[in-house]
């Protein structure tokens, strides 16, 4: 069974940065891919972004792309999201997910491309 936590959220204005990490524990050979999503309030729950777990290919959402970037430590077994520029429209809950299926890259950014969900950890951007 494969477990999912992240950690890094917080308060931060708008133009700063914090980096979100995701620890992965369990059957982490089966996860070809790991991903970010967000949900604000209100809203459906959508794509950040996405990288495999074995390679440096990654994938983004329009809206992030040049802000964020994401990363994994196969050592540590850690996907790490790094946001820099933070915006208001950033606020969300943000979470980490898992793949245990082999996919072309854009269906990646589908929620029910993934199996594994963490609990989500808490991003508020002031302005």
């Known amino acids: 069974q494969v477990q999912l936590v992240e950690s890094g959220g917080g308060l931060v204005q708008a133009g700063g940065s914090l980096r979100l990490s995701c620890a992965a524990s369990?059957?982490?050979?089966?996860?070809?891919?790991v991903g970010w999503f967000r949900q604000a309030p209100g809203k459906e729950r959508e794509f950040v972004a996405a990288?495999?777990?074995?390679?440096?290919?990654?994938l983004y959402a329009d809206s992030v792309k040049g802000r964020f970037s994401i990363s994994r430590d196969n050592a540590e077994n850690t996907a790490n999201l790094q946001m820099n520029s933070l915006k208001p429209d950033d606020t969300a809950v943000y979470y980490c997910?898992?793949?245990?299926?082999?996919?072309?890259?854009?269906?990646?950014?589908?929620?029910?491309?993934?199996?594994?969900w963490g609990q989500g950890t808490q991003v508020t951007v002031s302005s």
């Open positions: 369990g059957l982490t050979s089966s996860m070809p891919v």
């Open positions: 990288i495999y777990w074995s390679s440096s290919v990654t």
């Open positions: 997910a898992a793949s245990n299926q082999w996919y072309s890259l854009n269906e990646y950014r589908k929620t029910n491309r993934y199996k594994y």
